[in-house]
Structures are given as structure tokens and as C-alpha cells.
């Protein structure tokens, strides 16, 4: 049955792209699979805008384990600062936690982002080895002003980590220009391929550190292991560490062969932006309020909306019979009182139109005080500027 997906990922995901990973023979040291990993491996490089210079890694999980294996960087006894605007940015938190390093937190509260400023303040202030960014946090929509941070302290610590989970591919992101070491995304969420990847890409600083044996990296997510698949694959040659999830691969090599060579980076960075700027526009159309507080803070992938009367967790299960699922809120501070839109990967236009359509019938019913029909016309209106 058709559903339209305006969640956080997996998303809607193009026919052509699922097509891609239906095939019943594909080994992982075959010829076709080996030139979808070394196309997919070049073309990650240009999707976080990175260049030569850095090394790209694909790499089963998620953004999770993308995450984890940062580790692979860091030694007994470093310190390292987690930067945090919610629930994936506190996942750094966690992470870190089960590994012997110190961590210290600056953290926002929820429809805020940490000011670029006080990070700097704190960097300055000590001496930490790494410090991690959310580009943009999923649990409200905020988006980090990523290119300010980074600057604010590149010269003051080792390495700068960047979770593009919920940017790469929706929004700019520029890997080599920002001098970030460390950008990480995963394949269900901008990109429209499947779950079941992580991706990252690596600057020479960080791998540099990839050449000192000691690290307090496990097994699986100890980048080291991975490596040499990187390297063989990019070579056209087979080669294994662990089974990778081939076809994932399959389908991420065809979403990144639309991506840059047809639809272009540039004009999907736009696209998402239009559609999310109809979506906001119909949102505060018909009376809602958005969980991120300052129009800086909104980003292209995701949006918070604040309901007053009704309980969330009911707009989501209603609104799936009109045809829609959207995702649930998930900070803890904002419990009940929030659902999230997402709008990223392969969305349209007539996407926006639809879902803030279903949003206005859904509130109406469920007796939400809304201006009906006012946020479908904010939409609209927004659409034909
Ligand atoms: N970081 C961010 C910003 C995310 O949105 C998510 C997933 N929602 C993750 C990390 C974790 O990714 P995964 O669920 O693929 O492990």
C-alpha cells in the first residue's frame, strides 16, 4: 500500500534505487559488487566535499557505528569534549562512557544549539584531543551552525568530529574547506538508500592516527580492520574483513550515482531546503509552533512541531490512515508534547502539500485549536514565490 514516509529515516525510497540491490547472485567478490564499492567510495569523498586527501570508509550499521568508530582515534587517557543540542549529540556521551577516555559535555537545551562562542571559550579554557558536533539534531530538527563552530575551535584541538547523520546530502556540507577530520553520515537518511551503513569520510590528520597501533578501539569498529577493504576495493580488487552489507552497497552506489551526477549536490541541497521552508510555512500557517527556537537553528531535514492540547502520540497513529506516517519526539524534556516531520532524501513539493494537508485534517479531529485550511494556503503560497 502506498505511504507517504515523512520520517526520519529509512524515508520513501526511490524505485530505481531499491531495484539496484534485487539481484539474487551478487557475491561480495564479484566484479559488480567490488565497482559499486570502489564508484560508491569516490563518490563519497564529493558528497561530503572532501578531496584526495581524505580517506573514505563505508562500514556496516549505522550512524551509530559510525559513530563508535571514532574510537579508533583516541587512546587510554584522552580527553575529549561532546558538544550536545539532544538525544544523538548525548549519544557521544554514551559512547564515550564505555571507553576509557574523560568526557566533558556542553550541552543546549532542547530547540537550542550550543553558541559557537562558548565552545571556543571551553576549548581554550583546556586540552582536549577530539570534540564532536551534531550538524543537525534529529531528536528536535536543530540545525548547528556547523561551519562557525568548527572554526571557533580548529586551532585549539586535535580533531573535529561532525555527525552529518541528518545533513549529508540535505544540506552544505564541506568536509575539506571547514578542515573537519572526522564526517560521518549513514545510508537510511538524506541519501533515500536503505538502512544498514555507516559512512564516514577521514582527513590525513586522522589518519595519521590510524598508523599507532595503540587504541581503545574494539574489534569490528576499529577503523584499522577496515582499511585495507577501503583500500583493495578503491583498487578494484575484492577483499574482506567482515561481510559487508552488499546490498546496501548496490543501492547507495545507484542513489549516490542520482545524487551527484544527475540531480547534483547543489540542487538537492535546494530542493530540500524549498521543501522544507513549505513544510515550516504551513506549519506556523495554521498556529503551530516550531521546537527550534530561532530561524538559524531550522534545518533542511527536520522539523518539531509543538502541539498545546492534543497528545502526540495520537496525531501519529491517526494521521497513518490518512496516508502519512511521521515520526515520534524523542527528547526526554519535551515528552508527549511534540512529533517531528521529516523531510529529506527524495521528498517533492507535492510531499509538503500533502503532508501539512493530512497535518491540518488530523489536528482538526483530534481538537487541536488550529487556523484550518490557513496552513495548507501558507504552503501554497510559500510553493509559488
Ligand atoms: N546521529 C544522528 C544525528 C541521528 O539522527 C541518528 C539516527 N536517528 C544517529 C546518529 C544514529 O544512527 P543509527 O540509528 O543509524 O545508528
Redesign the pocket.
Known amino acids: 500500500e502506498k505511504k507517504l514516509l515523512m520520517h ?2 529509512p524515508v520513501n525510497i526511490l524505485d530505481r534505487v531499491l531495484y539496484a540491490g534485487l539481484k539474487n547472485n551478487v557475491g561480495f567478490t564479484s566484479q559488480e559488487f567490488v565497482e559499486a564499492f570502489q564508484f560508491s567510495l569516490k563518490k563519497t569523498r564529493e558528497l561530503f566535499q572532501a578531496d584526495n586527501t581524505y580517506q573514505p570508509f563505508l562500514i556496516p ?7 563508535e568508530s571514532v574510537t579508533s582515534l583516541l587512546k587510554e587517557g584522552e580527553k575529549v569534549l561532546v558538544v550536545t543540542n539532544g538525544v ?2 548525548d ?1 557521544w556521551i554514551n559512547i564515550f562512557r564505555k571507553y576509557p577516555v574523560k568526557v566533558n559535555v556542553l550541552s543546549a537545551e532542547p530547540g537550542y544549539y550550543v553558541e559557537p562562542e562558548t565552545v571556543e571559550k571551553e576549548v581554550k579554557k583546556d586540552k582536549y584531543t577530539l570534540v564532536t558536533f ?6 528536535t530538527g536543530v540545525r548547528q551552525p556547523i561551519k562557525d563552530s568548527v572554526k571557533a575551535v580548529r586551532d585549539y584541538v586535535d580533531l573535529v568530529v561532525v ?5 549529508v546530502g540535505a544540506e552544505e556540507v564541506k568536509a575539506k574547506d571547514w578542515r573537519v577530520d572526522v564526517y560521518l553520515t ?1 545510508s ?2 538524506a541519501l533515500g538508500v536503505p ?1 544498514g551503513l ?1 559512512i564516514l569520510v577521514l582527513s590525513e590528520r586522522a589518519m595519521e592516527r590510524l598508523k599507532d597501533e595503540k587504541s581503545i578501539a574494539g574489534y569490528y569498529l576499529d577503523l584499522r580492520n577496515w582499511l585495507p577493504v577501503m583500500n583493495s576495493m578503491e583498487n578494484g580488487k575484492a577483499s574482506y574483513f567482515s561481510t559487508p552489507p552488499v546490498h546496501t552497497i548496490l543501492m547507495l552506489s545507484e542513489a549516490l550515482k542520482i545524487i551527484i551526477d544527475e540531480e547534483g549536490l547543489e540542487s538537492r541541497i535546494k530542493r530540500h531546503e524549498k521543501v522544507a521552508s513549505a513544510i515550516r510555512a504551513g506549519i506556523e500557517g495554521m498556529g503551530l509552533e516550531i521546537v527550534a527556537k530561532k530561524p538559524e537553528a531550522y534545518s533542511n531535514t527536520v522539523t518539531g512541531v509543538v502541539v498545546k492540547k492534543v497528545n502526540a502520540g495520537n496525531v501519529l497513529s491517526e494521521i497513518v490512515s490518512e496516508g502519512v506516517e511521521l515520526a515520534p519526539g524523542v527528547h526526554p524534556k519535551l515528552q508527549g508534547k511534540y512529533f517531528r516531520i521529516g523531510h529529506m532524501g527524495w521528498v517533492t513539493e507535492n510531499d509538503a502539500i500533502v503532508t501539512i494537508a493530512s497535518i491540518e485534517r488530523v489536528l482538526n479531529k483530534l481538537g487541536e485549536e488550529i487556523r484550518l485550511g490557513e496552513g495548507i494556503k501558507a504552503t501554497q503560497l510559500y510553493l509559488a514565490k
Open positions: 526520519v529515516g550499521g549505522g550512524g551509530t557505528s559510525a559513530m544523538f549529540g549519544r551534531t550538524h543537525v539534531e534529529t531528536s555527525d552529518g547523520v541528518s545533513s549513514a537510511q537518511k538502512p555507516g
